[in-house]
Structures are given as structure tokens and as C-alpha cells.
């Protein structure tokens, strides 16, 4: 990822309003993301990027690492649940 990309999503991240979203899990349990923000969701997949790890171990849930570094010193995490 190069610089002009983590610095439109960290632009992302200070217009967005921050909130927990709660969700249910397929055949699974329901989480609660915080500091979430950009849900989006459709039939297939919701995706929503968050500050905190959800640590969960499932098929349907998918969740990458990102690092912006040098623009802002945190990571974020994009979760992607399956329908």
C-alpha cells in the first residue's frame, strides 16, 4: 500500500463518525465492533473497518491488518463477514 492510499483512508477514518456496530455471526455468535465506521453491506458480504481486533475464529469472518504508518501510528482492522 503506498503512501497516497493509507493517506485517503486515514482522511477516511477523521470524517467518519466512529460507533459500535453489533452483528451476527452465521451459525455463529453476536459480536460487537468498536470504534467501527464504512459498514457496508449487501447480500452476499458486510464489510466495516475497525480499531479493535474482534479475535474471532470463524469461516465467514475475514480480517486483515492494516498498518498507516507513516501517515498515522495505528493499525485498523477490515472485516469482512460472509453471508
Avoid: C
Avoid at 470463524?58 to 501510528?73: G, T
Amino acid at each position: 500500500m503506498n503512501l497516497e492510499e493509507k493517506t485517503e483512508l486515514y482522511q477516511e477514518y477523521l470524517s467518519s463518525r466512529a460507533r459500535t456496530i453489533e452483528l451476527h455471526i452465521p451459525k455463529g455468535p453476536k459480536i460487537s465492533f468498536l470504534k467501527a465506521w464504512d459498514y457496508r453491506g449487501d447480500l452476499k458480504e458486510i464489510k466495516l473497518k475497525s480499531l479493535y481486533d474482534p479475535s474471532i475464529v470463524a469461516k465467514a469472518v475475514k480480517v486483515e491488518e492494516i498498518d498507516l504508518m507513516p501517515i498515522a501510528n495505528f493499525k485498523y482492522y477490515q472485516i469482512t463477514i460472509t453471508r
